[in-house]
């Protein structure tokens, strides 16, 4: 959905994500919260921990979006939320305006 616009890398084993940041350095992250072997709160946590990506956007996709969970990814470091089922161009405008604000595109706030 995104491969027409970005470089986009998937990751089938979230945990090999600290090996692909020695090979890449992505403008954004996009997380869902339920995945095998880590969930998306624990790999905000380590995505924050890596000093070149404490300020990454990163975007959670997920079909648990209660208040308490926003409020938790939020607080972890998350810039935007995306509820499931979503609508494709929602989702890419917030990209966009995530990777704007990083680059300084947008005057502004960025959440």
Do not use: W
């Amino acid at each position: 959905m995104l491969s027409d616009e970005y470089k986009v890398f998937t990751l089938a084993k979230p945990l090999e994500l600290i090996n692909i940041l020695t090979k890449v350095k992505p403008d954004l992250f996009v997380l869902d919260f339920r995945m095998q072997e880590i969930s998306g709160f624990d790999l905000i946590h380590v995505i924050r921990g890596i000093d070149e990506h404490k300020d990454t956007p990163i975007i959670c996709l997920t079909s648990a979006g209660t208040i308490d969970n926003v409020t938790a990814a939020i607080a972890l470091g998350a810039c935007d939320f995306v509820v499931k089922p979503f609508d494709p161009d929602v989702l890419r405008a917030k990209i966009r305006k995530q990777i704007l604000c990083r680059k300084g595109g947008l005057q502004a706030a960025c959440f």
